[in-house]
């Protein structure tokens, strides 16, 4: 072989030395990908909490305006029922940061709002509850209800 042949192979990488490479790229990937996913969540939620909080506000606002009476849905928030609107029509179509948000009218003094997460594991682990008491209340595993804890 010539003295130009074992240069070039001389500056090359072994076998080992790619396999070690490779473990330390897979041993950071598996430290960090959970908190990343778990940070996805932690942010879904937060922004949930707000959004919950938006729309209650928003219920609360159409009730002062007409009568005191709650919304019979969604639809009564948007426009063209209400001009301006009261919430964005994301609301209704679409699942909002992996939440997707549930009205319940109770009468006209009552009503419920759940918000479940799209994908449970993915898109958040807690559900929300909401009430005209204006309090938002959280449980994990399964639907929440006005039993369930507040959200501090």
Known sequence: MTKQKEK???QGFTLVEIMI????????????VPNVLRARINSNEVATIS???????S???YSMTNDYKYPKNFDDLVAPNSNPPYIDKDFIDNAKS???YVYEYQDDDNFRLLASPKSPGKT???YFYLDETGIIRAKEGGPASESDPPVQ
């Open 8 to 10: 070039i192979f001389q």
């Open 21 to 32: 490479a490779v473990s330390i790229i897979l041993v950071l990937a598996v430290l960090v």
């Open 51 to 57: 959004n919950l909080s938006s729309l209650g506000k």
């Open 59 to 61: 219920i609360q606002q």
């Open 98 to 100: 992996g939440y997707l």
């Open 124 to 126: 958040g682990a807690r």
